[in-house]
């Protein structure tokens, strides 16, 4: 049996998935806030991070939007197979989406599903130009390379220790990387900074990213405790280091959350 969290991994399905919720939005987060973007929240997540601010526990209902950016959802009973995830997708297809935005939780918990669905997806889809677009934490690089064929954009979070209370996965990070850069996948790295940010992760940052093409979006912790958020300063000094060796840092906010946004 297969465990994280205290969550039974072993009976995901290829047909099926526990999904939180379908919903149109603006991406709030990277180089693409502002895109619209038809978003899949897949329930169960194999990290813990104390400052997330996603609810992904698995869900009776899955709640549908209506129409885009209404507000009003319908329920379906969990779990949702291929097939009628298509079919929802579809339904938005009248709408200009820029990209499909899978994201979680853990999307690649869900890699057998994902494998099943993208694949019938590209066959179906109504929306020809719809991008494919993961939000991940990097961390399960076996479960990306099963999908990768069928990926666009890939935001991928760097786990650092002051922001995770874990040790940096670093060669699961590194592994993830490669297969996507290897594939010649558009992939950007995002870095929750919290006040706590040491000298030697930003230095370990710099180090894991300066022979590898890969933007880096450093992105300040959202939190109600004021003591972990970062102030100007230790932003702009974060970035300067890392600037040092990479080509391509920029600070960027979840623009989503100042104007509550789902």
Known sequence: M?????????????????IIEIFSSIQGEGPYIGYRQLFVRFALCNLNCFYCDTKFEPQKFCKIEECPGSG???????PITSDQLIYKINEF???????????GGEPLLY???LDYFLSEFQKKKKNKSLKIYLETNG?????LKKIIRYLDIISMDIKIESSCRKP??????????NTALNHNKELFAKVVVTDKITSNEIDDIAEFLKNREVSVILQPVTSENKDIVPNASKLLSTQETLLKKLNDVRIIPQVHKYLDLQ
């Open 168 to 177: 940096t996965p670093w060669r699961e990070h590194g592994q993830f990387i």
């Open 111 to 113: 890699c057998d599903f």
């Open 2 to 18: 297969n465990t994280i969290n205290n969550h039974d991994f072993s009976n995901l399905h290829s047909h099926d998935a526990n």
């Open 72 to 78: 009003n959802f319908v329920e379906q009973e969990n």
């Open 139 to 143: 961390t399960l690089p076996d479960e």
């Open 93 to 103: 297809s009248y709408f200009n989406h820029h990209s499909l935005s899978l994201t």
